[in-house]
C-alpha cells in the first residue's frame, strides 16, 4: 500500500477480498464461517463516499408504522417469542459511543447473546457478532472518535467492546482486576474443569497489553468465555486516521479447562 494510510472501511473489506491485511479468528464451524465479501457488495470505496448498500446483507428493511427500533431489532435478530430480556438496549454500557445505538440480543442456538448495532447510513440493524460482519464493527468503531484514535485512556473501554462483540458480553477479560476480584477464596469457583492449578489461572490474567507508536496502534488480551475456555483476541490498526485493520480471537484453552464462576455481565 506504499505507506498510504487508507480510510477503515477500504481496508477492512479489502480484507476480506483476500488482502494482505490478515484477519486471524479462532476455528468456527461451518455454519459460522465468514460470507465472502468485496469492495462491490459492501460498497465501500465510493468515489461518490456513498454509505454500504448491503453491510450486514440483508439490504434495506422497512419499519413496520407502529414499529420501533428495538422491535425491528427483534424480528431481525431474534428467534422464537420474545420473552422481556431477550432484546435489550446497552449503549449506555458503552460510554464513549456518541453515534448510533447497540443492543444485546439472546441467541437461543447457542445460549449467548449477540451484539447488535445501529448506525445512520446503514440500511439496518447490524449483528456485529455475526463473523461476516467484520466491516461493520470496524465501522462502527471508527466513527465513535471522530476518525481519531482515542488514545490509551479508551483502550480498555475498547478492548471490553471487541471482547463483547468477538466473544460475549458475559465473558471477562482476564484482568489484574478479575484477580484482585477473586483471589480471597483462592480462585476456587474458577477450578472446578479441568485445570487446578490456581498458578495457571493467575498466569492468564495479564490483562490488555497495548501499544500505540504514534502511527499504529494495537490490543491483545485473554478471555475466560462461558463455556469455562479461554480466547486470546488481538487487534490492531492505525492512528491517523483511525482504522482497524485487524481483529481476531483465537481459541487458547478448550471449554471445560476451567469453571466460570460469573453469571451475566
Not at 498510504?4 to 468456527?28: E, I, K, N, W, Y
Request: aromatic share 8%.
Amino acid at each position: 500500500m506504499n505507506g498510504t494510510l487508507f480510510p477503515l472501511a477500504v481496508v477492512l473489506a479489502a480484507l476480506a477480498c483476500g488482502s494482505q491485511v490478515s484477519c486471524v479468528r479462532r476455528a468456527v464451524p461451518p455454519w459460522e464461517r465468514d460470507k465472502p465479501a468485496t469492495l462491490t457488495d459492501t460498497g465501500f470505496g465510493r468515489p461518490d463516499g456513498a454509505a454500504p448498500a448491503r453491510i450486514n446483507g440483508l439490504g434495506k428493511v422497512k419499519m413496520a408504522n407502529d414499529e420501533g427500533e428495538m422491535d425491528l431489532v427483534a424480528r431481525l435478530f431474534l428467534t422464537g417469542p420474545r420473552g422481556q430480556r431477550d432484546v435489550r438496549e446497552k449503549t449506555v454500557s458503552y460510554p464513549w459511543v456518541s453515534e448510533g445505538r447497540v443492543y444485546w440480543v439472546l441467541d437461543r442456538k447457542r445460549n449467548r447473546r449477540v451484539v447488535v448495532a445501529a448506525l445512520s447510513g446503514w440500511e439496518a440493524p447490524v449483528c456485529l457478532s455475526c463473523v461476516e460482519n467484520t466491516v461493520a464493527i470496524a465501522d462502527f468503531l471508527s466513527r465513535q472518535f471522530n476518525g481519531k484514535f482515542p488514545g490509551s485512556e479508551r483502550i480498555t473501554e475498547i478492548a471490553k467492546f471487541l471482547k463483547d462483540v468477538k466473544v460475549a458480553p458475559a465473558a471477562s477479560i482476564a484482568s489484574a482486576e478479575l484477580l484482585d476480584r477473586e483471589k480471597s477464596d483462592g480462585f476456587a469457583p474458577w477450578l472446578g474443569g479441568r485445570e487446578k492449578d490456581p498458578s495457571a489461572f493467575v498466569a492468564l490474567c495479564t490483562s490488555v497489553k497495548e501499544h500505540d507508536n504514534g502511527t499504529e496502534w494495537g490490543i491483545e488480551f485473554n478471555v475466560f468465555n462461558q463455556l469455562g475456555g479461554v480466547d486470546f483476541v488481538k487487534a490492531s490498526g492505525t492512528v491517523l486516521p483511525f482504522t482497524l485493520q485487524q481483529v481476531g480471537v483465537t481459541e487458547m484453552k478448550p471449554p471445560g479447562e476451567f469453571s466460570y464462576p460469573i453469571i451475566g455481565n
